[in-house]
């Protein structure tokens, strides 16, 4: 098992930044997968990125790219997203996710892919 606890969310400005921190425990040694999701009110959690833990290959969606970036920790089992230029329609609970082996690629951008999940953190970005 593995146990993710996601940290930094908070109230900004359009055009402000945050970092949100998703601390990994348990059988990280495990993890291939891991990323960030984010589900507004009324509306579906969507993919926001997603990084390889080993080999560090990471993916974005069209929403945040440029905008946004993940990094990670490994010493510390660390996943770290850099929100810049945030904008309204990036107010969410924003969840962190894990996957282990075996993992299927065609669901990397869909939750059903991941079984590990936080318990989100409220970001909130004012006009």
């Known amino acids: 098992q593995v146990q993710l606890v996601e940290s930094g969310g908070g109230l900004v400005q359009t055009g402000g930044s945050l970092r949100l921190s998703c601390a990994a425990s348990?059988?990280?040694?495990?993890?291939?997968?891991m990323g960030w999701f984010r589900q507004a009110p009324g509306k579906e959690r969507e993919f926001v990125t997603v990084?390889?833990?080993?080999?560090?290959?990471?993916y974005y969606s069209d929403s945040v790219r440029g905008r946004f970036a993940v990094s990670r920790d490994n010493a510390e089992n660390t996943l770290y997203l850099q929100m810049n230029s945030l904008r309204p329609e990036d107010t969410a609970v924003y969840y962190c996710a894990a996957a282990s082996l075996p993992f299927q690629e065609r669901n990397i951008r869909v939750p059903l892919g991941y079984k590990y999940w936080g318990q989100g953190t409220q970001v909130t970005v004012s006009s």
């Open positions: 990084l390889r833990w080993n080999g560090g290959s990471t």
């Open positions: 348990g059988r990280t040694s495990s993890v291939y997968v």
